[in-house]
């Protein structure tokens, strides 16, 4: 549970975070969202699931709507200029997926797992801040977000998504990962004045149907 802990809730976000204070946002959004892929192709190699043509279509419509979402439609707007930054991005991504894939078959109640997991992310924070940086207090403002960000999505999707690996195969529910994005985009839309793009339509329907095709035998 410790090195599981130190795989998807450490070292994935060092690498992350070190990717979005490096390089354009854009570029690591992208990068960021390979990861279902790479599940799918962990699923194979270490859980043994067999995949079939749709699963892997689904995966890839999936990744496309991402990148209709990010670049609204733009590809010029994808330029990856900091290599050796985006290959950490990539490397965060699959780390990201081999945590996923290996949380799997943990048979310890989800509660437990999480409590391990951010533990370890704790005291392994902890360390590299001592060694790397010092400790700051965040400004006011930012204290409720981030708190909101612990609880919510490094606390309770945490749990969702172990729930969701426990009940099907890796494969199957990695491409409704995609989704993501989109939720993001509507809610810029609905609480940011965020304008509405054709593109968002476009790209929610090819998550439908990636969706569709995914749960075909």
Known sequence: MAGLGFLGTYLYYIFLY?????ARGLEVLVLQYSWPLFIILLSIILLKERLDLNRWISGFLGFFAVILVITHGNFKNIYLKSYRVDLM???AAFIFALFSVLSKNVSYKPYTLLTVYFLTATVFSFL???LFSKFELPPTGTILPILLNGLFVNGYSYLFWILALRNADASFIAPFVFLTPIFSTLYLVLFFGERLSPVYGLSLSLI???GLINQRK
């Open 18 to 22: 070190y990717g979005y204070s490096h």
């Open 89 to 91: 991005v990539l490397f």
């Open 128 to 130: 590299s801040m001592m």
């Open 208 to 210: 439908i149907i990636s």
